[in-house]
């Protein structure tokens, strides 16, 4: 299984950014995405999951703002990220479970300015 992830950059606060996650070796449709992100000196968290019934969840502090969704032809998962704010900076990273096993992309920078 493979994970690739891309979209990350610099964006000021207000402004929006869409995450994207491309997956391989794995039977996608079947598999719940998540998206989790870690800021710097801080622990990794769960941000967004959606699963293969397209079921979504998010944490308390980016509902609202964010929205996944999944592309199943395309086999990839996205974040929207709307609204922006500092606290959002972090490197996001797509997370999948797969055969028992955790499968993590490789992370994307998401850096916001004031």
């Known amino acids: 299984v493979q994970l690739q992830a891309c979209g990350g950059g610099l964006v000021q606060a207000g402004g929006s950014l869409r995450l994207s996650c491309h997956a391989s070796?794995?039977?996608?449709?079947?598999?719940?995405m998540d998206w989790y992100r870690q800021a710097p000196g801080k622990q990794r968290e769960l941000v967004a999951t959606i699963t293969s019934s397209r079921n979504t969840n998010y944490t308390g502090s980016v509902q609202g703002r964010f929205t996944i969704s999944r592309d199943n032809v395309r086999r990839t998962v996205s974040l929207q990220m709307n609204s922006l704010k500092l606290e959002d900076t972090a490197t996001y990273y797509c997370r999948t479970v797969s055969r028992l096993r955790d499968f993590w992309g490789q992370g994307t920078l998401v850096t916001v300015s004031s």
């Open positions: 070796g794995m039977l996608f449709r079947d598999n719940t």
